[in-house]
């Protein structure tokens, strides 16, 4: 059976300098309905994405001028809602931390087949709602604002610059503000029900959502923001904490 086709105009920029690879990707996506571009160096994907629109980057990490992590941090930074998938040999812990922290939404290790790449697609553009869709009103906890209309956080009257599966991630822990939120709870509404990668990638964008609100606490000004904490709940998952009245808590340094 024929897989389902991807969303009407989806645009794939494939970063690939080995030629059969990208052969074969570009063909492969080509085949399925998406409207891919190829290059074969960073420098070249770069002035491509900032050309035409992308709606998603397959990008391998081992480039013959830029390191795929240095090229995946400015795409991130310069297209906030950019779907970003690393396609690389490097399969060390140390690499799939540093490919998600640099701001990849998945990660695939060499050599992978089509069938999982694409399925990988689907539930990624699954995960966008239709520009059509109403917006939920700003979730507010304690001092922490998440806007999801605007996909927005602040902390106090300060903007929080979270990346695209950090906001998410927050923005189903804030609705369910002191309620405890189960990790399949959260692999299925963050990434997708189907997920076929490791839950382990929910603890690495845990960890750096905590550190981007602990750091933003820090730096606030004039005072010390009210932060409620995200506790891990061991062998089940997460909850935001629902701040009592009383003191103002103080964030604690990420685990």
């Known amino acids: 059976m024929r897989a389902p086709a991807p969303p009407e105009g989806t645009h794939v920029l494939v970063v690939e ?51 795929g992590i240095d090229i995946a941090r400015t ?30 939404d998945d990660y695939l290790v060499k050599p992978f087949t089509l069938t999982v790449l694409l399925a990988r697609l689907r539930a990624h553009l699954r995960r966008r709602p239709p520009s059509s869709t109403p917006e939920e009103g700003p979730i507010r906890v304690g001092d922490l604002t998440v806007d999801t209309s605007a996909r927005r956080c602040l902390l106090a009257a300060d903007e929080v610059a979270l990346r695209p599966k950090e906001f998410e991630l927050l923005a189903v822990l804030a609705r369910n503000a002191g309620a405890a939120v189960s990790r399949e709870t959260l692999m299925a509404q963050v990434w997708d029900e189907n997920w076929f990668g490791p839950t382990k990638t929910l603890d690495v964008t845990l960890a750096s959502l905590r550190r981007r609100l602990n750091e933003a606490a820090t730096n606030a000004s004039p005072r010390s923001p009210a932060l409620p904490q995200i506790t891990t709940l061991r062998g089940h998952g997460y909850r935001l904490e629902a701040l009592p009245p009383g003191p103002v808590p103080r964030a604690e340094p990420d685990k």
């Open 17 to 67: 300098d080995d030629d059969t690879i990208g052969r074969h990707l570009d063909a492969g996506l080509r085949g399925h309905g998406y409207h891919t571009t190829w290059c074969r160096t960073g420098i070249n994907a770069l002035a491509e994405a900032r050309a035409t629109t992308q709606d998603v980057v397959l990008l391998d990490l081992g480039l013959p001028d830029v390191d």
């Open 75 to 104: 795409l991130r930074t310069e297209f906030p809602e950019l779907l970003i998938v690393i396609l690389t040999a490097r399969s060390d812990e140390i690499d799939v931390i540093a490919g998600l922290d640099a701001g990849a």
